[in-house]
């Protein structure tokens, strides 16, 4: 990668955020609106798209609840945004099975800060950005860098792997 693909990366990864919870519109947005806001925030991240077809698939699957007269509310909404960037490292079922613990532990509000603020901080480290201001990243080596976050992504995906399989294991028997 040379210094100007770098540099438009971690610009791009500066730049992203989440919306709060109390920023998700909670008014009602017809689905094609639900899409388009929900891309806007997902844009500059790689690999991870939703369009509507993606979120119908999601209500058919009982991931969120139906549309109330064809409108996604703020609390679908935070589940649209969590399911699109977990199912790039989880299986849906996986994903029901997040969703289903976390519905008997937390409220949505409190699960969708944390999962935010743990995301976005994640992200910058991965990149490399010091997380005082998202100021320029980390002096290294750029392929050892790379190196790095190969070996934490696949280290991470064994961890989940191997948990989701022996907790859905034990949930069918």
């Given at each position: 990668m040379?210094?100007f693909e770098?540099?438009?990366?971690?610009?791009d990864?500066?730049r992203f955020?989440?919306?709060?919870?109390?920023?998700?519109?909670?008014?009602?947005?017809?689905?094609e609106?639900?899409?388009?806001?929900v891309?806007?925030?997902?844009?500059?991240?790689?690999g991870i798209?939703?369009?509507?077809?993606m979120?119908?698939?999601?209500?058919?699957?009982?991931?969120?609840?139906?549309?109330?007269?064809?409108?996604?509310?703020?609390?679908q909404?935070?589940?649209?945004?969590?399911?699109?960037?977990?199912?790039?490292?989880?299986?849906?079922?996986?994903?029901e099975?997040?969703?289903?613990?976390?519905?008997k532990?937390?409220?949505?509000k409190?699960?969708?800060?944390y999962?935010?603020n743990?995301?976005?901080?994640?992200?910058?480290?991965?990149?490399?950005i010091t997380?005082?201001?998202?100021?320029?990243?980390?002096?290294?080596?750029?392929?050892?860098f790379l190196?790095h976050?190969?070996?934490?992504?696949?280290s991470?995906?064994?961890?989940?792997?191997?948990?989701?399989?022996?907790?859905?294991?034990n949930?069918?028997?």
């Amino acid at each position: 990668m040379d210094k100007f693909e770098n540099t438009r990366a971690i610009d791009d990864i500066k730049r992203f955020h989440l919306p709060k919870y109390n920023e998700i519109p909670d008014v009602g947005l017809f689905l094609e609106q639900t899409t388009k806001y929900v891309s806007g925030y997902l844009e500059n991240l790689e690999g991870i798209t939703i369009t509507s077809s993606m979120i119908s698939n999601y209500v058919k699957k009982k991931l969120i609840d139906n549309p109330i007269k064809k409108q996604y509310y703020r609390d679908q909404i935070v589940y649209i945004i969590f399911i699109a960037i977990a199912k790039s490292v989880l299986s849906l079922e996986e994903i029901e099975h997040l969703i289903n613990v976390r519905g008997k532990q937390y409220d949505c509000k409190e699960l969708y800060e944390y999962f935010c603020n743990e995301f976005e901080s994640n992200l910058y480290s991965v990149f490399g950005i010091t997380p005082e201001a998202k100021e320029e990243p980390y002096p290294q080596n750029e392929d050892r860098f790379l190196l790095h976050n190969t070996i934490i992504t696949a280290s991470h995906k064994i961890y989940l792997d191997k948990i989701f399989a022996l907790r859905i294991h034990n949930e069918k028997e």
